[in-house]
C-alpha cells in the first residue's frame, strides 16, 4: 500500500503542484521599472563618456555657436537687402511717375507753342506793311455758360509791323433786358487796362443778374480818350 503511494506521487498522475512568487504583482512592476531606468541611464552615460573619449564634443559647443551667430549676420545683411530694394522701388516709381508728368507737361507746352506759332504766323499775314492802321478789335465772342453767367472773349492786334507799345483801355458793356425792362451793364470795376504791342487776347466770366436776358455784348478800345476800334456782338 505504501508503495502505490509512492509511485502514484512520482508518475503522471500525481496531484498537480503550483509555485507562486513572493511578492505581489505592483512590486515586481515597479521593480521593472526602476531596472529599464537604470539600463537607459547606463546607456547614456556609456553614449557621452564614448563621445568624450573620441574627442566628438570637443568643438560642438564652439561650432554651434559660430553657426548661430552666422545665422543673425545672415538674417541682418538679408534685412539690409530686402530695405534697399525696397528703397530702390520707391525711387524708382517716384524717378517713373515724374518722368511721366514731365512729359505730359513737354506734350502739353509744345501744343501751346505750336498753337501760338500758327496765331502769329496768321496774323503775320493779315498785317498791311503800311503804318496807317491802328489798334483795332479783331474778334470779339460771348457765350452763356448759364442763366447767371456769361463767357466773353475779345482778340485786339495793332496791324503794323513793328507796331509801338499800346496802352490803353478796354471797355465792355452788355445789354439786354432785366425783369422785361430795358438794362444794360458794364464790366465791374469798370474799364480794363489793356498793353501790348502786336496782339492780345482778352477773356473773363460776368456774373448776371437774376431774370436777365443779354442780348448784345458791345467792346470798345480806347486810347486816352480817344475810340481806336468798336465791336458788338448779338446774343
Known sequence: MKFRLFRRRLTISSPRMAVRSALPWPLRWMAGALMLGFSAALALWAFEFGKGIAGLDTGAKEELRLLRQEVLSLREDRDKAQSIANTSGSLLTAEKAAQEKMQSQMRQL??????????????????????????????????????????????????????????????????????????????????????????????????????????????????????????????
Not at 437774376?210 to 467792346?219: E, G
Open 110 to 235: 509744345e501744343m501751346e507753342n505750336r498753337s501760338l506759332r500758327d496765331d502769329l504766323g496768321f496774323f503775320e499775314k493779315l498785317l498791311p506793311a503800311s503804318s496807317t492802321e491802328v489798334a483795332t478789335i479783331r474778334s470779339l465772342q460771348a457765350e452763356a455758360l448759364s442763366a447767371t453767367q456769361l463767357k466773353w472773349q475779345v482778340l485786339v492786334l495793332q496791324p503794323v509791323k513793328n507796331a509801338p507799345v499800346f496802352n490803353g483801355q478796354l471797355e465792355l458793356t452788355l445789354g439786354g433786358t432785366l425783369a422785361g425792362k430795358p438794362w444794360v451793364m458794364a464790366l465791374p470795376g469798370g474799364a480794363q487796362a489793356l498793353q501790348f504791342k502786336q496782339y492780345r487776347r482778352v477773356e473773363g466770366v460776368l456774373d448776371l443778374p437774376p431774370q436777365a436776358v443779354v442780348k448784345t455784348v458791345t467792346a470798345k478800345l480806347m486810347e486816352g480818350t480817344t475810340v481806336r476800334s468798336i465791336q458788338t456782338f448779338k446774343m
